[in-house]
């Protein structure tokens, strides 16, 4: 009995690796033994190898930081005029039904769509990668704050009205406080947003960056180059994701139950 | 008796218009003293807390008036301070910074704000509990955070709109009595408004039926039992058993004007 809820105990633990090493041993062997293909696909140990000497030579380094460069720009500037003018549309009937019309006009074209006119105003180069990762992350940190703000509970600004706060204190220190969870989800979502941006920009319109990287190891039939950028990619997102949820579990412990996903 | 502190001259409150227009108040007529605690006792729906939301400046009446020493009640505003039955904490401030928020909208500075705070968790039993979030603490210490809240600020009229109602038996006895101590201090003019007909007549001077909608005053009782009274002292059986039967006469005229509810 005992020993075979160990064996259950010990198979739950190996569960998580199971279908990864299961994976790479049969794209190992398969590239190894599958004749003229492992040029086109190269087994998994040579793609580590480039992906070590991607590192080692500082190229990878300077791919990422460009990447991230485009996407800390884009997102920034998504923030700065994302934010009041979601805070503008969620409290004044006025700002929305001006901005209503544009807002929901733009928002399906998805970000990709904006490329061939960024690259004709733009060019070839920063401008239209930092335009693209703006363009694509806005719109859900806009909609996000001005649901926050129309979401906010009336009896927290009515308790706020009877302690004689003012229009000007009940939105700094009731109406802005209390949305900002909803703003922190848009920019999470945001941030996943940025990085895709980026990689497709990069893939187009500018000459670095992982996006880059990666098209241009296809154009010299490089795909051990092409899986290790894509791994890195994967990284670099998943590092994204977890510097986003760490700052917001920071900045609103108040908020019951919102990290708990 | 002084001049009143609050009177209310034939107030009318409709929602809505047209055929749908729902009466909530039809010709209310009330004159309240300093220094007076007063229930408004009532079934749901009966228009008791749109009474007290008119009073506070919340909310405004379709005709009539209400005066706050002889001056009409226009806007909200720090001498009429509220406690409301979700308790309106905010839920990104401590304990603490709850109970100091109408000490901030005063321009306070912090050292006066931080004594003053201090003094007031002492009060309510809540030192231990003042750098901790409201989610973190019981509906009773929340309510007691809200209580402070609201007595910091020193409004001349205290407006509660069934405070205690979400919280267990126990909790509302003992949230009651502090409630009486601190008003025996103070003798601020307090209208409270409550279903419960035990705790009307435990914490009131005067107590005040309404029917149901539309709502009108149905009697209008004062409540002479010594304090700290006693529900279980036979004075106070009388008086519980003299208001119950008024509230069943009351249930069975509602009954026959509407068969169909």
Known sequence: MANASNHKRRLHRLAPVIIPVVFIVSWEVAARFGGHTNVLLPPPSRVFETLFELIRSGTLFDHISASLFRVAAGYALSVIVGVPIGLAMGYWILAEGLLSTTVNGLRPIPASAWIPLSIILMGIGEQPAIFLVFIGTVWSIILNTSHGVKNVPKHLVWAAQTMGANNAAIFTKVIFPASLPSTFTGMRIAVGIAFTCVIVAELIAVRSGLGYLITEARMLVRSDIVIAGMISIGAVGFALDAIVRFIMKRTLRWQKGLMTE | ?261
């Not at chain 2, 005063?106 to 003094?119: C, I, N, P, S, V």
């Not at chain 2, 126990?170 to 419960?196: A, C, N």
């Open chain 2, 1 to 261: 008796m002084t001049a009143a502190k609050i009177v209310a001259s034939n107030l009318l409150k409709r929602f809505g218009e047209g055929p749908a227009a729902v009466t909530a108040l039809d010709g209310i007529d009330l004159a309240v003293p300093e220094g007076q605690f007063a229930c408004i006792l009532g079934p749901s729906g009966c228009g008791k807390s749109t009474l007290l939301f008119i009073m506070a400046g919340l909310e405004k009446a379709t005709s009539g008036a209400i005066t706050i020493d002889g001056r009409a009640v226009t806007d909200p505003g720090r001498d009429r301070g509220m406690l409301f039955q979700q308790f309106a904490l905010f839920p990104w401030r401590t304990a603490r910074r709850n109970i100091e928020f109408g000490l901030e909208l005063q321009k306070l500075d912090k050292a006066t704000r931080w004594e003053k705070t201090r003094h007031w968790l002492e009060i309510m039993n809540l030192q231990d509990f003042a750098d901790m979030y409201p989610h973190q603490l019981s509906g009773g210490m929340q309510q007691r955070i809200a209580i402070a809240r609201l007595l910091i600020n020193d409004p001349e009229i205290l407006l509660m709109d069934e405070p205690f109602a979400s919280l267990d038996a126990q909790t509302r006895t003992l949230l009651g009595e502090e409630l009486i101590r601190v008003w025996q201090q103070t003798r601020r003019t307090v209208l409270f408004v409550t279903h419960s007909v035990d705790e009307a007549i435990f914490l009131a001077d005067r107590l005040l039926v309404m029917t149901r909608r539309p709502g009108r005053f149905k009697a209008d009782l004062r409540i002479d039992l010594p304090r700290p009274r006693d529900p279980a002292s036979d004075e106070f059986n009388a008086v519980r058993r003299e208001v119950t039967h008024l509230i069943r006469l009351e249930v069975a005229i509602a009954g026959e004007e509407n068969p169909g509810a």
